[in-house]
């Protein structure tokens, strides 16, 4: 096992900068989740990682070691493909015995390892079949116990979940996370989807047109996004354009004044961004100016099952609220074309 | 020992490039040795060549043979393509779209000149033709006719196949819509299903068309006096005397059908075809 | 042009949707429409295959052409006269050779198609070797012919270079038959293997090498393997061609150099022999169908099915 450290890494196709001057270090045993929307360069960074690409500039370690021209077969990585890319030809036990043939480990040692690598996928019991015969689960276990026979410094993951249905997901995202716990294994995970990241990472990096947005944790990134962009991907925000007046103060271009709780780390000063749960509603116009409430119309009322999701107009736009469906208090039940307040705790507003 | 001179994986890299290379000289050599050959000022082919003319070309058009040859190829190919299309689409239409259990055997029928050898097949034609031609009293061997119908033999199976992969390609949906909306069967057949698979209707013709014009072992035996193909016709020269002259022929027979196949690739990507 | 035999069949069954097409009963007349080709077939191969085949039953008698006797004399003559058994070794084994050489080029040329950097060089690579095949046979022996004729640019080269002291007789050996073969019969296994290669994603090769295999372990373990079923039917398609070959073995091999295709065509034409010309054919049809049929038993059993 051993940490995985970026330097200015680039790559260039057609013209283009896909990855940008990227600096990145992937703790010893870490779970690392690159976010982002699909062409963000997070794919291609994983493919250099791997060594399946080669950057155009910076360099690529692991631990001491620089593996930047290295090619893939002399890194010691192991990859879950997206597809799992199982050899359709071999069986499952072929298929986990294929590194350790390549790094010619002898005949009753890779009986022995495929054995406990696939005890620890619990496919112990499959060994004999051909991939095509497995569910799209178990062919994700097999590619995971794959990568994993041979001790690699790390696993990598390119959206090893995206093909498995949404209820399997969570399953197969929890055993994944204790497994890599178990095993120590340093790893990097690709992935778009937001809940997966924030529900399995130590670490998130969002990364868009080739560069890292933020890096944090799930908590960090969510609860003080750096700029617009992460506050848009993670989560839904609403929010409201103005200008910074002064510290703590945000003039709203309907000439609101308001307080607000953090800045982005790099925040462009333009908006105030807010979760839609972290708003509640009150009945009747309230008390203005107090800094973290405004009056609003409620125009449409969307019932979402586990909540109850309010659009209101505000003076110059809307305000999308949340609130959780769970106890019915009919004071906090509103119809369309009522007045009400819509406040919020001040540290939850974030200057972008 | 090469193996630790070169970066990791140059070794497996040149050796299939080499290979590759080696296949694709064989591939374009022969052609590029004809064209060239044909420019050459001597009587008698020796490299280098004394000096370049053109003057092979005027010598083959004045022979009678090539310029025959190439006059019946013209035609039998376009006659052949034209009889191959007109049975082989309505062919191709119910191989697409029927449910028939028997569909596969009729497919093997339909395709069957692919499979049985062409030197099989034109003997038994001329066989055939010639048995005929004992019953009836008409001579059937060695005329245009037999020729024609040798070629849309091996020119049908291409029909069928670029024709029946352009049905099964199209968007059924239009065809369901148009019979909606109202059209009869033959309506929505000439106005939906014929214009949906134009590029397969003209990729099946072109390629029929090529077929038969550089058809060789089928054309042995059904050709006969007047009635000699232009591939015959080279290959009958070619056992007396290789010169500069036949290589202008075959230089002019692979213009044209680089011609019909640039069209071709217009309309439909030739590598699909295969 | 050479016929493209099991390919043919094998690409159209992949093209046909899979179950019952959807119904067309309610249109007239429908069940007819395959009729006319199916009549050409009938006229034009179906039942001349039939005389030939009761043809190659009859008694020969030069001086009357008109089918006579029915006796198995003419098998009996092929198989007896060690002449005609080593006319069919012959061919057996230029075919064969012509395969063998075909794989090892044609795997190498497929696999730099499919797995082509640019598009651009891909569709340059699969159009040369697309037009040699639509040229036709005797334009590319005639290529051959002046490449490897006594003052051919082969010749020159070799005692150019010093390699020769004289010029090497080339024509009219069977390396000539079998190179010239080898030329005519590559593209349909580069076109064949191609299709197949292109539809083995790189990704198994990505795998591979995340795995520790460098490229060349890569290829024998996990693509040549999933390629096998490309590999057999393209070396069938080439053998049963090669089996065939009339024009190279006519122009290059010269009038010592016998094999079967050319021999129908002596016996036909020039002997006027029909009976034995068509027991000559009906070995030549029956020893491809037969090795067909047995290599593809034998593919189904090592791979399930194609």
């Keep these: 096992m051993s940490s995985i450290a970026l330097t200015e890494v680039t790559k260039i196709y057609g013209g283009q900068a896909t990855v940008d001057r990227l600096d990145l270090k992937v703790r010893e045993a870490e779970f690392l989740a690159f976010l982002g929307p699909s062409g963000c360069g997070k794919s291609t960074t994983l493919r250099m990682i791997a060594g399946l690409a080669i950057p155009d500039g910076g360099h690529i370690r692991f631990g001491a070691r620089d593996v930047t021209r290295l090619p893939p077969y002399q890194r010691n990585a192991g990859l879950v493909f997206q597809g799992y890319a199982l050899f359709p030809n071999m069986t499952v036990a072929e298929n986990v015995a294929f590194g350790l043939k390549m790094r010619k480990v002898g005949k009753p040692e890779t009986a022995e390892r495929v054995a406990r690598a696939l005890d620890l996928v619990q496919l ?44 399997l997901r969570g399953e197969v995202r929890s055993e994944l996370r204790r497994l890599q716990r178990r095993l120590g294994l340093t790893t990097v995970f690709v992935t778009h989807d937001q809940d997966e990241a924030l529900a399995i990472a130590d670490r998130i990096v969002v990364m868009s047109a080739g560069r890292i947005e933020q890096t944090g944790t799930p908590g960090e990134i969510y609860a003080t996004p750096a700029n617009r962009f992460v506050a848009e991907f993670l989560g839904m925000s609403n929010f409201l354009p103005g200008r910074r007046e002064g510290p703590g103060r945000f003039r709203l271009a309907t000439g609101e004044l308001l307080g607000y709780g953090c800045e982005g780390a790099r925040a462009g000063g333009h908006a105030l961004a807010i979760r839609p749960e972290n708003i509640r509603l009150l009945p009747g116009r309230g008390a203005e100016a107090d800094g973290h409430s405004l009056s609003a119309r409620i125009e449409e009322v969307v019932y979402r099952g586990s909540l109850v999701e309010y659009r209101l107009s505000l003076g110059g736009g809307t305000l999308t609220v949340h609130r959780r469906n769970a106890d019915h208090d009919p004071a906090e039940r509103f119809e369309p074309g009522e007045t009400v307040t819509a406040c919020w705790r001040a540290p939850s507003t974030i200057l972008i | 020992m090469l193996s630790r001179l070169l970066p990791p994986g140059a070794g497996f890299r040149l050796a299939m490039g080499t290979l590759a290379v080696l296949a694709f000289l064989l591939l374009a050599g022969p052609l590029a040795t004809v064209v060239w050959v044909s420019f050459f000022q001597g009587k008698i082919i020796a490299f280098p060549p004394e000096g370049y003319t053109l003057s092979w070309y005027a010598a083959a058009w004045e022979m009678p043979r090539f310029r025959g040859g190439l006059a019946t190829s013209l035609w039998v190919a376009l006659a052949a393509t034209a009889a191959s299309l007109a049975a082989g689409v309505p062919a191709a239409l119910y191989l697409a779209r029927t449910e028939f259990r028997g569909r596969e055997a009729i497919q093997s029928v339909l395709l069957g000149p692919l499979i049985v050898p062409g030197i099989v097949a034109g003997l038994a034609l001329y066989m055939f033709l010639i048995e005929a031609e004992i019953l009836t009293g008409v001579q059937f061997a060695q005329t245009m006719g037999g020729l024609v119908l040798g070629h849309s033999l091996i020119a049908l199976p291409w029909t069928v196949r670029l024709v029946t992969a352009a049905l099964v390609g199209m968007d059924r949906q239009a065809e369901e819509a148009a019979a909606v909306m109202g059209a009869r069967p033959l309506a929505v057949f000439f106005l939906v299903t014929l214009p949906a698979i134009r590029s397969g209707l003209v990729a099946g013709g072109l390629f029929s068309f090529v077929i038969s014009f550089v058809d060789l072992e089928k054309s042995l035996f059904l050709v006969g006096p007047g009635t000699t193909t232009l591939p015959i016709a080279i290959i009958n020269y070619l056992e007396w005397s290789v010169d500069p002259t036949i290589a202008a022929v075959a230089t002019a027979q692979i213009a044209a059908i680089s011609a019909v196949m640039i069209a071709t690739d217009r309309v439909f990507k030739l590598t699909r075809a295969f | 042009m050479v016929e493209p035999g099991v390919q043919g ?52 008698d030069p001086a009357d052409i008109a089918l006579q006797g029915l006796t198995a004399g003419n098998y009996l003559k092929f198989f007896g006269d060690p002449f005609y058994r080593e006319v069919l070794g012959r061919t057996l084994a230029v075919a064969a050779g012509s395969t063998a050489a075909c794989l090892l080029l044609g795997v190498p040329a497929a696999y730099a198609i499919s797995r082509a950097r640019s598009a651009r060089l891909r569709s340059a690579l699969l159009l040369l070797a697309i037009v040699p095949l639509l040229m036709g046979n005797a334009v590319r022996a005639l290529g051959w012919m002046v490449l490897l004729s006594e003052r051919g640019i082969v010749n020159q080269a070799l005692t150019g270079l010093g390699l020769a002291d004289a010029p090497v007789r080339l024509m009219y050996t069977p390396l000539a038959v079998t190179l010239s073969l080898v030329a005519v019969l590559l593209p349909f296994m580069v076109l064949t293997l191609q299709s197949v290669f292109d539809s083995i994603s790189p990704v198994y090769e990505d795998a591979a090498a995340t795995m520790g295999a460098p490229p060349w372990a890569a290829f024998r373990h996990v693509f040549l393997p999933l390629a096998m079923p490309g590999l057999f039917s393209g070396s069938l398609l080439v053998f049963i061609l090669g089996m065939n070959a009339y024009a190279s073995p006519v122009l290059l091999g010269g009038p010592a150099f016998h094999m079967m295709a050319p021999m129908v065509y002596e016996q036909a034409v020039e002997a006027f022999n029909w009976p034995f010309a068509s027991a000559l054919a009906f070995v030549l049809m029956a020893a491809t169908l037969v090795l067909t049929v047995l290599s593809s038993r034998v593919l189904q059993k090592r791979y399930g099915r194609l």
């Design chain 1, 124 to 167: 112990g019991h499959l060994a004999d079949r051909l991939p095509r015969q497995l569910s799209g689960g178990q062919q994700q276990r097999v590619a995971l116990a794959r990568a994993v026979v041979y001790n690699p410094e790390a696993l990598l993951l390119d959206e090893p979940l995206s093909a498995l249905d949404a209820k």
């Design chain 3, 9 to 60: 069949v094998s690409d159209l069954a992949a093209t046909l949707p899979p179950g019952p097409a959807r119904v067309r009963r309610s249109v007239p007349g429908f069940a007819l429409l395959p009729v006319p080709a199916l009549v050409l077939v009938g006229i034009g191969l179906i039942l001349p295959l039939g005389l030939i085949a009761r043809y190659s039953l009859a008694e020969f």
